[in-house]
């Protein structure tokens, strides 16, 4: 069996078997060296995430072995403001920082000898954005 690599997160991450992208340059990358597993939740945030967890790595890891690696992205959508339309799925800070822990122990718990890859948006500038 090859080695697995699984990919968890948010739209990006749903979407980053499209042309050009990441899950898809990953793929190419380790063609018949290890298997790329997609999870990716469009529209999730990292709260969602946590109450789904458990069904989303279902069959993720078959064959007994735990993945090489997990990638964690999400972030984007916890990031949304709160007074704006995307309203319900903004995070605080201080959840998603702890949201994220939770995740990561969730998969060192689940698969120990896993490598947890944590990717997120860069930080961003409030008044231009709100520009």
Known sequence: MR????????SITEQSFAPGGWGAALAEQFARQADVVLRGLSGYNT???????????????????????????????????PDQVQAHQHVPLG???????????????????????????PPIHEPARIR
């Open 95 to 121: 959840e998603y920082k702890d949201n994220l822990r939770a995740i990561s122990a969730y998969f060192k718990n689940k698969w120990p000898s896993a490598a947890v890859i944590l990717i997120t948006p």
């Open 47 to 81: 709260r969602w995430a946590l109450k789904v967890l458990d069904r989303a790595m279902e069959g993720a890891a078959d064959g007994g072995a735990d993945p090489a690696a997990v990638t964690v992205f999400f972030g984007a959508n916890d990031a949304t403001l």
């Open 3 to 10: 080695p697995r690599l699984v990919l968890f997160g948010d």
